[in-house]
């Protein structure tokens, strides 16, 4: 007998990772899975969480983990240190006894043209959109692929198709992060591990908190991102997330889903 459709959506027993889980998409993709079942465990940036006004925001992503059942993990780690992101892995292979199932979706931007981008913000992207999730990819996959069941999903963006001006930097990078998981798909399909991408439009993260304060302006700017002429909830990528984390995306490899209201047309 088949296995019910609600039953491959669900990730009950499995152990998961969400980088960036503490605040707007991390978080929700965090609490999504851990709703379906899933022991999560979350690594977050203590500076960028405060510089958010919201320095408790992985305590209390934590505890709505645990509220729905599951054991879960908070783990402070600054991906623009070499090292911490294959630290996170550890880490939360150790809290939960193992890792299936590895979201990337941490990262940084600086809206600024070409000619304003300095080399200290070129290091910086650079080893928080690209080289931490090297680094993620290299401790988690050997492990997902010995077990012979694995799901990573990186949270990309729009700007990877549509780049705007102001992030051509940060456009580049995460172009360059779709490509290594197509790669990578290619590699370890055959071994029970999906890589696949996830790429959001317009959302209304903290990270955009500020373009919101004016509300005609922001209107504005949810008119002109895309045909819905709105911004998404965080919350609406978690149905997503969860075709590509659970049985349900078995199938599924390679893929870049562009969650974007329209936005990429």
């Known amino acids: 007998m088949s296995q019910p459709l609600a039953e491959r959506f669900g990730v009950s027993g499995r152990r998961a990772l969400v980088t960036g889980g503490s605040v707007s998409i991390g978080r929700a993709i965090a609490l999504g899975l851990a709703d379906a079942g899933a022991d999560v465990a979350i690594q977050f940036a203590p500076a960028a969480d405060a510089a958010f006004g919201l320095p408790d925001a992985a305590a209390q992503t934590r505890a709505a983990i645990e509220a729905c059942g599951g054991r879960a993990a908070a783990i402070a780690a600054d991906f623009s240190n070499a090292g911490e992101a294959r630290r996170a892995v550890e880490v939360a292979s150790g809290a939960l006894g193992g890792l299936d199932i590895l979201v990337i979706a941490a990262s940084v931007q600086s809206r600024q043209l070409l000619g304003e981008i300095t080399q200290d913000e070129i290091a910086r992207q650079v080893a928080i959109n690209f080289a931490a999730t090297l680094e993620l990819l290299q401790a988690a996959l050997p492990g997902m692929a010995a077990q012979g069941w694995g799901r990573v999903l990186s949270v990309g963006s729009v700007n990877q198709t549509r780049p705007e001006a102001q992030l051509g930097l940060y456009a580049a990078l995460k172009a360059a992060q779709h490509n290594l998981i197509m790669g990578l798909a290619r590699q370890y399909a055959g071994r029970g591990v999906t890589l696949n991408t996830l790429s959001p ?65």
């Open 201 to 265: 439009g317009l959302v209304a993260t903290e990270r955009n908190r500020w373009r919101r304060q004016i509300a005609a302006e922001w209107e504005q700017i949810q008119a002109a991102a895309n045909p819905m002429r709105r911004a998404a909830d965080p919350e609406e990528m978690v149905g997503a997330a969860l075709l590509f984390c659970s049985a349900a995306g078995s199938f599924i490899t390679g893929a870049d889903l562009q969650a974007t209201g329209g936005g990429h047309l």
